[in-house]
């Protein structure tokens, strides 16, 4: 099966190499440039595509339609397929054309959110939710890939914040827009407007993302940049480099403390919503406005955190992860602990909850990951990082639903009023033990 798609999809074709210095270098800055931005705004669009179902909990459960444990089943199926998925295309989009590769996870994405639209039954929400998480998974490792394969490593950590905040834009547009049109026009519109959005950005990344320098007749990022280091082990080849990668221990405890924090980032993205308009009577446009909050401060966080680490702490990110790590844990407790009537307590725990998450998303999510793997096995380490990361994810989905909906009463006029305490103490306490692990790969060396 590995086989028959590396075939499928194969590199791109080597174009005839240029040979004027001053061509090349011009060709360089347009491209990479149109990588970068395809690549980060084309990811951002897979977001879109994602994060549909969190926007239509509510008026779904008051439909009658499925229940608080069936959405988190559904929700789950996404995660469960999406780990497996950026496992086995991580290690893919280390061989393939990432340009093809990309453009299509998105597509199919889409069809799936277009066919969303038209579901009724539980059943057939979970199988198709569960299929989008598979071609979601084609997103980020063509991401990480294009970034190793047009930035030299001193360039790293700077364009993989950057690129990261592709993340936050998804969740803002989903936050906003996707939840404007869903209230206005009923939830099926929700899954409908992110199927098209999502068309036109896998027709972007089809148009502007680019394989790879040699693939446009350049040499490679090495060579034009002058930075060997990071560049590979030697002779070996992607599938030793690949095989280091599963045996290294320090990105296997990365991973579970990625994993960890993946609990609390879709705890908020998945069921903030839910539990801000059931537990403190925010309407659903309140309720998003308030959780776009945290994607709006992700950018921040996200595009500053590369640079940052990069700049202060000498690429080294085991220090700001530990600080961001506990801000993620204060964040958690101050928005699930703080009492109805408090928004401007609902705002601020948005805030420090997007500017942590945005940086952890890059650090834990994949940078340290990347950092101590060699450069040819990038889309691996983070097919190792990713699979850990949306177990966590999906496990927190099933855990929450059945959490939420066992700890409800329903009064005397039918109003269902819900207990959060055992599910805070589920999200706060993941968060916690997210920064624990993290300082146990403190010592880690950066591959030379």
Not at 66 to 83: K, M, T, V
Not at 167 to 173: K, Q
Not at 210 to 224: F, T
Not at 360 to 369: E, V
Request: proline fraction near 2%; charge should be positive; glycine fraction near 10%.
């Amino acid at each position: 099966m590995v086989d028959m798609l590396i075939r499928i999809f194969g590199q791109a074709p080597t174009a005839p190499k240029i040979e004027c210095a001053d061509t090349v270098a011009s060709t360089y800055r347009r491209l990479r440039w149109s990588v970068f931005l395809s690549a980060t705004l084309g990811y951002g669009l897979y977001y879109v595509c994602r994060l549909s179902l969190s926007v239509v909990k509510r008026p779904i459960v008051d439909s009658g339609l499925i229940s608080e444990s069936q959405l988190g089943i559904i929700g789950s199926a996404l995660f469960f397929s999406y780990a497996f998925g950026k496992f086995v295309n991580g290690f893919l989009a280390d061989r393939i054309d990432i340009k093809k590769f990309m453009s299509l996870g998105l597509l199919i994405s889409a069809l799936v959110n277009l066919a969303l639209g038209f579901s009724s039954w539980f059943i057939m929400f979970a199988v198709q939710w569960g299929v989008n998480g598979w071609f979601q998974a084609m997103g980020a490792p063509s991401g990480v890939v294009s970034l190793s394969r047009w930035f030299s490593n001193r360039e790293r950590g700077t364009y993989y914040g950057l690129w990261s905040s592709s993340h936050n834009i998804g969740e803002a547009i989903t936050f906003i827009a996707t939840a404007l049109v869903a209230s206005l026009l009923g939830w099926r519109w929700g899954f409908w407007a992110a199927g098209m959005v999502g068309i036109l950005g896998a027709v972007m990344i089809y148009l502007f993302l680019h394989d790879s320098p040699e693939s446009k007749g350049l040499p490679s990022i090495s060579d034009h940049k002058n930075d060997h280091t990071g560049a590979g082990d030697g002779n070996k080849s992607v599938s030793a480099s690949q095989l280091d990668v599963l045996k290294n221990p320090y990105i296997w405890i990365l991973a579970l403390s990625s994993a960890c924090m993946y609990v609390s980032r879709y705890a908020v993205n998945s069921w903030g919503v839910f539990y801000l308009e059931t537990h403190k009577g925010y309407s659903t446009i309140q309720a998003s406005s308030v959780i776009s909050v945290s994607s709006i401060c992700g950018i921040l966080g996200t595009v500053a955190s590369g640079f940052l680490s990069d700049q202060l702490f000498a690429g080294k990110r085991n220090m700001p992860a530990l600080i961001f790590g506990v801000m993620n844990a204060l964040a958690i407790a101050l928005f699930m602990l703080n009492q109805p009537g408090h928004a401007w307590l609902d705002m601020l725990s948005m805030v420090l909850f997007g500017l942590a998450i945005g940086v952890l998303i890059c650090f834990l999510g994949g940078l340290m990951a990347v950092d101590i793997a060699s450069k040819k096995a990038s889309g691996a380490a983070l097919g190792v990082v990713g699979i850990a990361s949306y177990l966590g994810a999906g496990i927190q989905d099933i855990a929450s639903g059945y959490l939420i909906e066992n700890y409800k009463a329903v009064d005397a006029e039918g109003l269902a009023r819900y207990d959060f305490t055992p599910v805070s103490v589920f999200w706060i306490g993941m968060a916690v033990l997210s920064f624990l692990l993290a300082t146990m790969v403190w010592n880690a060396k950066v591959k030379d």
